[in-house]
């Protein structure tokens, strides 16, 4: 009796146990390949520049209209100050509840340059530019190019994806930058327009928990987020397989993949920056 009770549990558990292996074995992949993208970055710099050039202006303007069919630039900025708009009416509404509007410019300072900024970023990267790549990379995989640039003795991952991690590195600080100055002017117009609140008040708060360095590791936490986002959708465009079909499978678990590891690297290197007990910098409140 326990033998066939057996046999048909292990049945049940087998493809869970397959679905483990295997995420496991893509993980591993994923890390390899990483590693070699990473060991190639030197050389793609030296090499291949021209072409980070284009990659560079691909990604900030594109090709067709700033919104519509063109780059990030315009995308960042309208999502950020939509958002920066968003923590300004309910940001001041949830502080003027408990009678502490006034610190509303120190909520900007901080929320803005240490979370939405560099987490819309990241998704902008990923929703825009991310898709692309990997869009751009499957087809050329599926037309068999990939292949035929390795027949030439181009080393395909450093022209294709060494190349993109460095223009995605280039072009995401004047993204982020464009973003942080939208939504921080976002915020303030809510603040102090819409809601009345004295200019120099804001401007006092916000000044105050705002010290240079946070904007540095803001900066370096979007860098980190353009790093995990391009990575992954330059990953799943070079293993891409199956024709058309694949490709667009391939972009899907992509952007899948790359908005689940922002949410989880924006905590992390936020509690590496700042700590687990962060203090408000210039009133020394805080653990």
């Not at 292996?21 to 970055?41: D, K, M, N, P, S």
């Not at 292949?147 to 080393?155: E, H, K, N, Q, V």
């Given at each position: ?15 869970w ?5 295997a995420?496991i074995a893509?993980?591993g ?7 070699r ?5 030197p050389?793609?710099a ?7 050039v284009?990659?560079v202006?691909e990604?900030s303007?594109?090709?067709?209209t ?5 780059g990030s ?15 300004g ?6 502080l ?14 901080l929320v ?5 900024a560099p ?16 869009a751009?990379l499957g ?5 068999e ?5 390795d027949?030439m003795s181009?080393?395909s ?18 993204l ?9 002017v976002?915020?303030?117009l ?5 809601n ?14 705002l010290?240079?360095?946070?904007i540095l590791?803001?900066?370096l936490k979007?860098?980190v987020?353009?790093?995990?986002v391009?990575m ?23 952007l899948?993949t ?11 290197v ?8 962060p ?5 020394g409140?805080?653990?």
């Amino acid at each position: 009796m326990a033998v066939p009770f057996a046999g048909a549990l292990g049945r049940k558990l087998a493809p869970w146990a397959h679905r483990g292996l295997a995420g496991i074995a893509e993980a591993g992949a994923q890390f390899t390949f990483a590693l070699r993208v990473l060991l190639e970055l030197p050389a793609a710099a030296a090499r291949h520049w021209r072409h980070i050039v284009r990659l560079v202006a691909e990604i900030s303007f594109g090709s067709a209209t700033l919104l519509a069919g063109g780059g990030s630039v315009g995308v960042v900025f309208a999502m950020s100050f939509v958002t920066g708009s968003q923590i300004g009416f309910e940001g001041f509404r949830g502080l003027d509840l408990v009678g502490l509007s006034p610190l509303a410019g120190a909520m900007s300072g901080l929320v803005n340059t240490r979370e939405l900024a560099p987490v819309v970023a990241g998704i902008a990267l990923a929703a825009k530019v991310g898709t692309g790549f990997t869009a751009q990379l499957g087809a050329m995989r599926i037309a068999e190019e990939i292949d035929a640039l390795d027949a030439m003795s181009i080393r395909s991952l450093r022209f294709l994806v060494a190349t993109r991690m460095i223009a995605a590195f280039v072009a995401v600080i004047p993204l982020y930058l464009v973003g942080l100055f939208a939504s921080y002017v976002a915020t303030r117009l809510i603040v102090v327009n819409a809601n009345g609140q004295s200019g120099g008040n804001y401007d006092y708060y916000f000044h105050l928990v705002l010290p240079p360095q946070d904007i540095l590791l803001s900066l370096l936490k979007a860098l980190v987020l353009a790093m995990i986002v391009t990575m992954i959708h330059c990953y799943y465009g070079y293993t891409a397989r199956g024709g058309p079909e694949g490709v667009g499978i391939a972009a899907g678990r992509a952007l899948r993949t790359s908005i689940v590891l922002i949410m989880i690297a924006d905590i992390l290197v936020s509690f590496a920056f700042w700590g687990v007990y962060p203090t408000l910098p210039g009133t020394g409140a805080g653990r």
